[in-house]
């Protein structure tokens, strides 16, 4: 818990006037007696929804700009909502080493199997997706997206990806840890899904 700033009677020596009318850098027991003496909360003392909004604020900036990018993509690859949303999901089951089903599709677009198989046959007909036998499980057929579509994935995503390599870099190893730990507990967060009422 912050300590309690000090008044600023108690921090500061009686001055004349007309040096307390603006901050010293040499004096910083004087700026943050003013900063007091105005009402405003020093930067150790601020409230922790502060610290909440701020990282809030920047949540909904990164979530707005990934939503744009995935309307350009969308654009790009001439393709419905639903549909891109089930064509990254068979590229993350892919890139996971996990086969992905058409009931999958349903589970995490919230559709029914019927409405699930028509986006599955309309990505079949636009040459996105493939469909294989699954041979664990003869009722189910495998999902896999064509050659063509993981190059045009590669490519709308390869300059973004790239700068963010870059930004990587600049990283030391605690500051990685620390942004992978944060960006996994905001995950953890995010996966739990909108309150019910």
Same mark, same amino acid.
């Given at each position: 818990?912050?300590?309690?700033?000090?008044?600023?009677? !108690?921090?500061?020596?009686?001055?004349?006037?007309?040096?307390?009318?603006?901050?010293?850098?040499?004096?910083?027991?004087?700026?943050?007696?003013?900063?007091?003496?105005?009402?405003?909360?020093?930067?150790?003392?601020?409230?922790?929804?502060?610290?909440?909004? !701020?990282?809030?604020?920047?949540?909904?900036?990164?979530?707005?700009?990934?939503? +744009?990018?995935?309307?350009?993509?969308?654009?790009?690859?001439?393709?419905?909502?639903?549909?891109?949303?089930?064509?990254?999901?068979?590229?993350?089951?892919?890139?996971?080493?996990?086969?992905?089903?058409?009931?999958?599709?349903?589970?995490?677009?919230?559709?029914?199997?019927?409405?699930?198989?028509?986006?599955?046959?309309?990505?079949?007909?636009?040459?996105?997706?493939?469909?294989?036998?699954?041979?664990?499980?003869?009722?189910?057929?495998?999902?896999?997206?064509?050659?063509?579509?993981?190059?045009?994935?590669?490519?709308?995503?390869?300059?973004?990806?790239?700068?963010?390599?870059?930004?990587?870099?600049?990283?030391?190893?605690?500051?990685?840890?620390?942004?992978?730990?944060?960006?996994?507990?905001?995950? !953890?967060?995010?996966? +739990?899904?909108?309150?019910?009422?």
């Amino acid at each position: 818990m912050a300590t309690p700033a000090p008044h600023a009677a !108690e921090t500061l020596p009686p001055q004349a006037p007309d040096a307390q009318e603006g901050p010293d850098d040499s004096q910083p027991a004087l700026r943050n007696a003013q900063v007091v003496g105005t009402g405003m909360p020093l930067l150790e003392e601020r409230a922790p929804t502060d610290a909440a909004s !701020e990282i809030l604020a920047r949540m909904r900036r990164v979530r707005d700009a990934d939503i +744009a990018f995935a309307l350009q993509l969308r654009q790009q690859l001439d393709l419905s909502g639903n549909d891109l949303a089930a064509v990254t999901l068979i590229q993350h089951c892919e890139a996971k080493g996990t086969n992905a089903h058409a009931k999958d599709i349903a589970h995490q677009l919230g559709v029914t199997s019927a409405a699930a198989t028509i986006i599955v046959d309309r990505l079949v007909a636009l040459g996105h997706v493939l469909r294989t036998d699954d041979p664990n499980d003869g009722r189910q057929r495998i999902l896999s997206l064509t050659p063509s579509t993981c190059e045009l994935l590669e490519n709308a995503t390869r300059d973004a990806d790239r700068a963010l390599a870059e930004l990587a870099a600049t990283l030391s190893t605690r500051e990685r840890t620390r942004l992978t730990t944060l960006l996994d507990a905001v995950a !953890e967060i995010l996966d +739990a899904g909108p309150a019910t009422s």
